[in-house]
């Protein structure tokens, strides 16, 4: 069963800090898709969300430094 927290990170609600396609995309990158697809955002590890935030980090933090 999904932790709450889990939920909360990833809720789909206005409240979200991602858009459902961002989402999507990093989901495919990070190989846990077919998780999400079978399961809903409810459905991944604590690990995959984790890296899912780390990698939406690392990208705006490119995009910030692209900007100098």
């Known amino acids: ?3 709450p927290l889990i939920k909360e990170l990833l809720n789909l609600g ?3 800090m991602m858009s459902e396609k961002f989402k999507e995309e990093l989901a495919k990158e990070l190989g846990f898709w077919d998780v999400v ?3 809903g955002w409810g459905g991944i590890r604590a690990v995959d969300a984790g ?3 780390k ?3 690392e990208i ?3 995009q910030l430094a ?3």
Do not use: G, H, L, T
């Open 1 to 3: 069963r999904p932790k």
């Open 14 to 16: 206005r409240r979200s």
């Open 37 to 39: 697809q079978r399961d």
């Open 51 to 53: 890296n899912m935030v």
């Open 55 to 57: 990698r939406a980090i």
């Open 60 to 62: 705006a933090e490119q």
């Open 66 to 68: 692209n900007r100098s």
